[in-house]
DNA sequence: TCTCCTTAGTATCTATTAGAAACCATGTTT
DNA sequence: AAACATGGTTTCTAATAGATACTAAGGAGA
């Protein structure tokens, strides 16, 4: 074991993170925030089709886990800023090297997919 | 826009294989077939906490997907291998940065855990 | 003034899913 | 005959995801 931690054991605390982290919407806005702070709306209306509950979830989770910050501004109306942290930062590359795979490799996928479900309906 | 599909967008198909993709158990099966083929109750006692309904499910969907193989040998008891495709081994790469991000990044992660915790109970 | 718009959420309800446990078929070993 | 191995499927329940509606505080337009 390289690490004090492993993953494929139940009950290791990585395994919480790991639950976390594989996560669609989790992974949208790490992804989403590497470019700099986003406010709420903002990242609702990128991120097409998050409800609002799911989106204050979700980067309620991210703070808790120190991926996130959250900012309140008193302005008319508040507005709040979510940014990366430094631990965040290094997480979403991992993020957008998924997300970019799933982009880069959507044709091949969709063609697998095809080929699987024309042999199920042959047999 | 990089590629043709766009993954902030609702019914791009690249949601569809992100919501595939983060799942902490399609995670962990990409992760440790990364060494080779593996039988299915093999996986089943390394992934620890996996039922085989959701080991044979998810198995099911990476298959579909062209991310995985099947192979099934005829001997007594049968015997089924799952194997890495090429395009499953790249995804696995990533797959594996993620689970070795949280095995590497725990403490921190549970430090922020705490300190989160603490400051709410402190208000 | 009254209504609508913005901000960033919370509350509620339902439909889907995840997980636990039991069951199945086939065949070998004790 | 009973127990164990293989790789699953079935069934049931508890937890969750998502849609929708609501909140509060203030600004702008009619």
Not at 66 to 90: C, D, K, N, Q
Not at 96 to 101: R, V
Request: proline share 4%; aromatic share 8%; hydrophobic share 45%.
């Amino acid at each position: 074991m390289r690490y004090a931690y492993n993953v494929y054991e139940d009950r290791c605390p990585t395994r919480m993170v790991l639950d976390r982290l594989a996560d669609k919407w989790a992974l949208l806005i790490l992804d989403r925030l590497e470019d700099g702070p986003v406010r709420f709306n903002h990242l609702r209306r990128d991120i097409k089709g998050i409800s609002q509950k799911v989106l204050s979830q979700t980067l309620k989770k991210l703070e808790r886990d120190g991926l996130v910050t959250r900012t309140v501004y008193p302005t008319v109306p508040v507005t709040v800023e979510y940014a990366l942290t430094p631990l965040g930062r290094a997480l979403g590359e991992t993020a957008a090297a998924l997300t970019h795979w799933a982009e880069h490799n959507m044709d091949a996928i969709l063609a697998a997919q095809a080929a699987y479900d024309a042999a199920l309906a042959e047999r």
